[in-house]
């Protein structure tokens, strides 16, 4: 398959790895001048100013990626929205046959310990999840296939917020907060495993969730890592009320897809043994 990734990021470097790994024909826009992985063609153009992107128009991909993320001077509209809409309007759409937006569950409001799946209707709480709600529309008039991949909150080997919060005893949460993630390496892995679905012509849904369907608390993840890492625990765990939401999905895993790392313990596993061995 030819593909066209915009954006070449932390996540998106690990989805284009991938995406060559399985043998498709990538090419990728970037802002910078920062290298991208070997075999990938690359077009340095800024798809948010717009500018020079007459470009994307000699480009004949059959799958389209957007996986963009804000930069300093930019907004998250005109990340999202603008640079989304800047690219549709020019990319050729002759042999397109697939568009990947990279969401985020960020757009569901719920924030009480709801649950949540690929059915849930969505109802934005701030301006953010707005946006991003704005940006997924753009896809509806597209006439090709469409997904938004609502991403929860991505971990891996250096992204260590959590980590980092266990040394803290002041960012530990005050309340009992419902947590959602997923592996870095299983978010691109998954979106190279739609990559295959539209190469093998199934009908992808408009939208699905990319979490590991494990919610946890916070605190108790925090406390498992305090554990692992042999650090003492604040005096009392937060206990109530509950914030947050529960995130589960059900087309990935129903379309085939399976985990690398099943839940959070796997994957920081993988990371503190890693870490161990530097």
């Known amino acids: 398959m030819k593909v066209l990734q915009i954006g ?8 284009a790895q991938e995406t060559l790994a399985h043998g498709h024909e990538l090419t990728i826009v970037r802002r910078s001048n920062q290298a991208v992985p070997e075999s990938a063609q690359v077009l340095h153009l800024d798809v948010v100013n717009g500018e020079a992107l007459a470009a994307l128009a ?3 991909p059959e799958i389209l990626l957007y996986c963009l993320a804000p930069v300093e001077g930019q907004s998250y509209h005109q990340t999202y929205v603008q640079g989304l809409k800047n690219v549709l309007a020019h990319v050729s759409k002759s042999a397109l046959r697939h568009v990947f937006f990279i969401s985020s569950t960020g757009i569901y409001g719920e924030h009480q310990g709801e649950f949540i799946d690929d059915s849930t209707a969505v109802v934005p709480l701030d ?4 946006v991003m709600l704005d940006a997924e529309r753009l896809l509806y008039a597209l006439p090709c296939g469409h ?12 992204r260590l917020y959590l980590l980092r919060a266990v040394q803290d005893k002041a960012r530990w949460p005050k309340v009992a907060h419902w947590t959602n993630r997923i592996h870095e390496r299983d978010v691109a892995r998954a979106v190279v495993h739609l990559y295959e679905q539209v190469a093998n012509q199934a009908v992808l849904p408009a939208h699905c969730i990319v979490t ?13 890592m305090a554990a692992r890492l042999q650090v003492p625990l604040p005096d009392t765990p937060p206990l109530q009320p509950q914030t947050g939401k529960r995130i589960t999905n059900q087309f990935l895993p129903q379309s085939g897809f399976k985990l690398l790392f ?4 796997a994957g920081y596993e993988s990371i503190l043994a890693a870490k161990h061995n530097d």
Do not use: F, M, N
């Open 8 to 15: 070449c990021g932390g996540l998106g470097t690990l989805i």
């Open 58 to 60: 000699e480009l004949q």
């Open 127 to 130: 301006a953010d999840g707005q």
């Open 147 to 158: 997904s938004a991949l609502r991403v929860s909150g991505i971990y891996g080997p250096q």
């Open 212 to 224: 590991d369907g494990v919610p946890a608390l916070q605190h108790e993840v925090l406390q498992w």
């Open 262 to 265: 099943a839940d959070y313990k």
